[in-house]
């Protein structure tokens, strides 16, 4: 599965997509039609979509709109799609928890406004549960995680959707520091992609896949003792100088000897449903994009593919 982003585009991206630069701020139809057929020819299972709170309620309406343009595509139908949940509007805080705040309902609330998504006959499913991600699950302040999970789970099944949650936390960061954020709420954790390096840390550059098979792994093994599935989040490269020029980040640039063996070690690192997120299809403003350029073609989707629809 892979993130969809909606962003503008920056004037510092050189690379040029095969489809052009399209409007992808907005949603367009036109051009994901386009990512459909890339998809489907890259054995993608399905793109993740970001769903922001309606405690803004114009983030929410623009999050909707970009989805809703893009099912307009006439082959929409022909590739499934997730929600990216993010709650960062509420600015929760440990002083500032979700409970005393008063957001509750509005959290409650956000899942029913993504109902008409669940019920799409694209929408993705894990053993009949629909997928969610939680953008930054582990800042999801709050008194009791495990009855807010339960409340949630609760008002949605007497809607008539079961869900399937993948909370999401920092990259670099031990498997159990929020494991009383996750524990008794979701069904699987995925860190964000490790990529995100500073130039401080350059053991993790040089020896990047053996650092993820390390970490990765322990992660998989310390969850399921908590009987929580293990998501491995790769990049296809990584440069954060396109927008911010004096970021001191690494840059990981498009390489295919790199992006075979991170395929390698994120697939033994996935768990019982062997789901692997890659971040990202199409943003370009930090170089992770898959989705296929005049430079490079489909390369990057063709290893995919390969590494994980063929062995």
Known sequence: MLTSKSFNWNSNVKEVPEAGKYNANLGDPVA??????QAI???IDY?????????IITENTAD???INNLQTAPNA????????YSFSS?????????EPSGKVPVFLNDFVLMLPYFKASNYMKIDGKCVVYIKDAHNLFANDN????KQLRAQMTALGVELFIIGNQQEWTPPLRWDFRFVNGVDAVTHSTYNNIDVASYDRFYFFNKFCDQAWGYSKTRLLDFKLEYVPTISPSFNRKIVTPTDVNYVFPK????FEGICNVARRASGVHKLVLVDSFNDWNADTQLESSVSYGETYLSILKKEFKIK
Request: proline share 0%; hydrophobic share 50%.
């Open 47 to 55: 793109f993740i979509f970001g769903f922001r709170s309606a405690n």
């Open 255 to 258: 390489n295919v000897a790199y």
């Open 64 to 66: 909707a709109t970009f």
């Open 77 to 84: 139908l022909n590739q499934k799609f997730a929600l990216n």
């Open 32 to 37: 994901y039609e386009k990512h459909v057929k």
């Open 146 to 149: 495990a009855a807010l999970y």
């Open 41 to 43: 020819a890259g054995g």
């Open 90 to 98: 509420m600015a929760l805080l440990d002083t500032k928890r979700i």
